[in-house]
């Protein structure tokens, strides 16, 4: 079983960058996709970015595409989601999750192990 825990959320500006981060710790995750997800208020959780880790591939969601960016680091083992210009409809809960597929990296369902999740708020 993989642990996951997230760092980094806040509260800031319109047009502000924030950096979340992801420490994975537990058995081994070599195979394993970390992704990051997000739930707003009222909202159905939506996928925002995912890299395998294996290969360091990363795929970006719809709401990401452009703005945000998504990177590991092996030595640290954290996952780090990098969000610019950010805006107030990115205001969300995010949350890290790791799991074992070959594809579906974009469905929640596919993920076994989930972080707390933190807070980003994104307000004038």
């Known amino acids: 079983q993989v642990q996951l825990i997230e760092s980094g959320g806040g509260s800031v500006q319109p047009g502000a960058s924030l950096r979340l981060s992801c420490v994975a710790s537990?058995?081994?995750?070599?195979?394993?996709?970390v992704g990051w997800f997000r739930q707003g208020p009222g909202k159905d959780r939506e996928f925002v970015a995912a890299?395998?880790?294996?290969?360091?591939?990363?795929w970006i969601g719809d709401p990401a595409r452009g703005r945000f960016t998504i990177a590991r680091d092996v030595a640290k083992k954290t996952v780090y989601l990098h969000m610019y210009r950010l805006k107030p409809e990115d205001t969300a809960v995010y949350y890290c999750?790791?799991?074992?597929?070959?594809?579906?990296?974009?469905?929640?369902?596919?993920?076994?192990?989930w972080g707390q999740g933190t807070q980003v708020t994104v307000s004038s």
């Open positions: 999750a790791a799991g074992l597929m070959d594809s579906g990296l974009q469905y929640s369902s596919m993920y076994t192990s």
């Open positions: 537990g058995s081994s995750f070599s195979d394993h996709v």
């Open positions: 890299i395998r880790w294996s290969s360091d591939s990363p």
